[in-house]
């Protein structure tokens, strides 16, 4: 078959399925946690895959990097439900407790794409300072989302009750991820 690499593996929410972004296939693959086996593989766009659910485990969202969508899939019936058109080259990808919104960076874009799962499609872009975002993930609250911009070396913090950036921050040379504790951001 065609070469593949797993690169990026998500847990559904509810701990069901693990989720298997496959670089180099349009396609996820999907591991019953309770058999360990293959429980399907499920189509996508071409690109690197990173995945994100929204709270309930529905539905999986999927970035395509080359082919410039979010692939959305429900989890139940495990078929492919639509592709919503992002920005240039979407890498990233989180959902937002605090919103219940999905967020989508694209490196090659000057906004973070906001998907609504309730809609499944975009409904808002938020501009940022500068194409290069990599990375997206919320503090614990599940209210700020920090944007890690690895060609301009910033973070820049968004509420997601307003999407408005609070603020925004020179850090380390090429960052490439956040994480946080209960106090503190770590990039």
Partial sequence: GEKTTPRRIALQPDGRFVWVGLDGAAQVVVIDTSTQQIARNIPAGNGLHQIAFAADSRFAYV??????????????????ITDIDTDKTPVAIVYGSASKLIYVSAINSDAINVLDPGKQQMVKRIPVTSRGVVAL?????????????QLSSTVQVIDSATH???TSTSVVKEPDQVIFSDRYAYV
Avoid at 63 to 80: L, W
Avoid at 137 to 149: C, D, H, I, Q, W
């Fill in 63 to 80: 970035t395509n990097s080359e082919a410039d969508t979010v692939t959305v899939i429900d989890t139940e019936k495990m078929v492919r």
């Fill in 137 to 149: 993930n919320f503090e614990p609250s599940g209210r700020y989302l920090f944007a890690v911009n």
């Fill in 164 to 166: 408005a950036i609070v």
